[in-house]
């Protein structure tokens, strides 16, 4: 069993407006040099068996398929045992 | 000016829907042996200033006011230069 993260942010150029909107609360809220605000999600599971490798090229699929879109996302995959 | 990343996600115990819908999705998509997902949010900013004390210390009171739910969620900071 292995502890697995996935990152997925939003692709450069692309706009957040989820992020401006946040920039624009921080801003009221005297939150000051802030800047550059962007959302995105991540998601924590576990899964089976100890191959790594084998994980990884797994969460890959899985975040092409489900996870990210990847027209406009990135994704980042973390594995620890 | 330094890089930041918040990492907010769903306490212990906190029901969390969403990523079972998602854990669902997997298990119909042929994707086995994935448990125990957990969806949270993810924030990447600018934040002016080189002191990165001073920075994590303004990113905790941003988390406890508008970005986390502390009731029910946990934040994590990382900073880099």
Chains 1, 2 share one sequence.
Do not use: W, Y
């Not at 069993?1 to 992020?19: E, Y």
């Not at 939150?31 to 576990?46: A, I, L």
């Amino acid at each position: 069993m292995m502890k697995a993260r996935v990152i997925v942010t939003l692709k450069n150029g692309v706009l957040d407006p989820q992020g401006q909107a946040i920039e624009g609360s921080l801003a009221s809220l005297s939150f000051g040099g802030v800047s550059n605000v962007r959302q995105g999600k991540v998601f924590d599971f576990e899964i089976e068996g100890t191959d790594e490798q084998a994980a990884r090229s797994q969460i890959k699929a899985m975040c092409e398929k489900l996870l990210a879109n990847t027209v406009i996302e990135n994704f980042a995959i973390e594995i620890s045992h």
